[in-house]
């Protein structure tokens, strides 16, 4: 029997992780973590590096450790050279997988970690019990649900039905497997708006030489993915103030700053641009389909017209929890309370029934605009470690 199971090894759950085993609140033999791949931040690093990206969008303070200052500490002993960029010190990825590694080998976290998918949960008496779909059950005083969007990915919906038919012409940057697109194959179409289709088309255009980003409005130039004041009481006082939970899930739309990505990305698109490597097109896409075996048309709201092959999709993941089906018959079992959005709503202490916590986007309720990125799961595990 475990004390604490989290289910989850990204970002969110290893924070926890990191947080109850520093903080003395859990032994590595009492925790389990359960995650579908075979390390912690598994698919973060595999999305990272398939974007190239060199520097997250945090600073420097934001990380998995207890300490704020941990991660600066760590980077004057390495070698990483160009360890911080820019006024906020926002870390090299390099940088922060390598003190991620560190904290994993200084607190034991990979000896609690288990490679398995969650299939069931349910409680029995006062404990939890935890089955994966290779039939393993373990037995919990505690769980954690530390489970995101990653897996469930948004395509747009002119792009469904052309995906039914092979061969594949588009693809979303974060499916598991994403081949490499030959030369021959241009102009390259990357559909989105936010960083990731930003990363995508600076390395996309250094590649090849004409890619086309298709936006729905304008590039939108922000520092981070919603305003600092988010981070302390200058805003969150406020917010949780608010009883209403459509209202809260309201404010935290309209706090975030969806589609957007900070300077340095816009000035490389922007010298892309000047080069003729980049051609940006502002608009909806109407329609899509085949116009050759190996071909697709899309067509603008604007009635322009693009003849491509293949469209790379860079819409994000879906914001729900409907491929979750697991959570789903728990939440009916369970009679757990939600909010008409269909998210927990939890404590102050994200604690959604006695011994079951919810940390990441399953927080944001009551955590807020920030749940979903480094500094909302520091907030989040801070929350449940001080209320145990």
């Known amino acids: 029997m475990f004390d604490w199971i989290i289910i989850g090894g990204g970002i969110q759950g ?66 990483i050279s160009q360890a911080f960029y820019g006024f906020y010190k926002r870390p090299s990825l390099n940088l922060f997988h390598a003190h991620c590694e560190t904290l994993f080998q200084e607190s034991g976290l990979r000896s609690s970690w288990h490679q398995g998918t969650v299939a069931h949960l349910e409680r029995k008496a ?15 005083k505690n769980v954690a ?11 747009p919906e002119w792009s469904k039905e052309i995906r039914k038919n092979p061969p ?6 974060f499916e598991e497997e994403v081949q490499e697109i030959p030369h021959e194959y241009e ?19 250094n590649l090849h030489k004409k890619v086309i980003l298709i936006t729905r409005h304008p590039l939108r130039v922000k520092d981070f993915d919603s305003d600092p004041g988010w981070l302390g009481p200058n805003r969150m006082n406020s917010f949780l103030k608010i009883k209403d939970y459509k209202r809260r899930r309201e404010a935290i739309t309209e706090a975030r700053y969806r589609g957007s ?35 697709v048309q899309l067509i603008t709201d604007s009635e322009q017209k693009i003849e491509t092959s293949p469209v790379i999709i860079a819409t ?29 709503i939890v ?4 604690e959604w029934k006695k011994n079951l916590y919810v940390i990441g986007a399953l927080a944001e309720l009551e955590v807020g605009p920030t749940a979903r990125n480094i500094s909302g799961a520091r907030t989040a595990a801070s929350r449940i470690v001080r209320s145990i």
């Open 347 to 350: 404590s102050k202490n994200l």
């Open 14 to 79: 290893c924070t926890l992780a990191v947080s109850l085993i520093k903080a003395g609140k859990v032994s590595t033999d009492k925790l389990l973590i359960i995650d579908p791949h075979n390390e912690p931040l598994a698919q973060w690093k595999r999305n990272t590096k398939r974007l190239e990206m060199k520097y997250l969008r945090s600073p420097f303070v934001h990380h998995l450790d207890l300490d704020p200052f941990s991660l600066q500490r760590f980077a004057r002993k390495s070698n």
């Open 316 to 344: 994000g993941f879906e914001g729900n929890m409907k491929h979750l089906s697991w959570l789903q018959e728990l939440t009916r079992r369970e009679k757990l309370q939600c909010a008409d959005c269909g998210f927990p």
């Open 187 to 205: 102009p390259i179409v990357i559909v989105g708006a936010g960083i990731t289709a930003a990363h995508l088309s600076i390395k996309l255009s």
């Open 168 to 173: 594949d012409l588009i693809r979303h940057i």
């Open 261 to 295: 990505f900070p300077k340095e990305l816009s000035l490389e698109l922007s010298r892309l641009l000047k080069k003729n490597k980049l051609s940006i097109i502002h608009g909806e896409i109407k329609t899509c389909f085949n116009c050759g075996e190996s071909l």
């Open 126 to 140: 006062d404990e939890w019990l935890v089955k994966t779909d290779a039939t393993s059950t373990f037995i919990t």
């Open 145 to 155: 649900i530390a489970t995101g969007f990653t897996d469930s990915l948004h395509y």
